[in-house]
Structures are given as structure tokens and as C-alpha cells.
């Protein structure tokens, strides 16, 4: 992918978060931050369960140290022209966090 087309998964990314996305050169491991959101963005051909689940427990535990949600924002990339759809992947805790209570919380 061009370095522009990557940009423009990041900018795309970050928006659809409500977040605004960070330059490339600030050092930080999140790419994007918001009101609610802190994320990491990853445009690949190829990404194994293991890692995303690393990224995914990685930006919990950055997101929940300043008070936000941590989210992996991952787009495939298929080949020039081939659209997919953004992939928002967050961990159970961040679920939780994000939707509240859960139904079974009630049962206990």
C-alpha cells in the first residue's frame, strides 16, 4: 500500500472513531485519540490471531491508563481498486466498559 493510501486508512479510521489521528512522528504507539477513544490502526494483507489479540490488549491497557477506551482498527488490504470494510476489534473488558452492565451482571 502507498503511503498515502495508508494515511488515508488512518484518517479514515480515526473519524470513524470521532478521533483525531496523530502524526506519524510523535512516538506514541496509538494512532489515533479521542474524547473516548484511543486506537491503533493496522492496514495489512495478512494479521494472525495472535498478534491482533496482542494489539488489542495493548491498546486496553494504554486506553485505560488515561481514562478511554482502547480499540484495533483493522482494514485489509486486498489490491488496488478491491474496497474492505474497517474492522473495530476491542477486548471483553473494553466491551463491557463501552456498553455497561451486562444482562448476566443481573443473575448473581
Known sequence: MS???WKAVER???ALMRAKRFPANVGDRADFE???WLGQVKSVKRLSLPALEAL???MQRLAFQRGKLGALVVKRSA???IE???LIIVTGAVWKEF???MP???AR
Open 3 to 5: 503511503r498515502r493510501g
Open 12 to 14: 479514515s479510521a480515526a
Open 34 to 36: 479521542g474524547p473516548a
Open 56 to 58: 488489542a490488549v495493548e
Open 79 to 81: 489490491g488496488k481498486g
Open 84 to 86: 474492505t470494510p474497517h
Open 99 to 101: 456498553t455497561g452492565r
Open 104 to 106: 448476566q451482571d443481573d
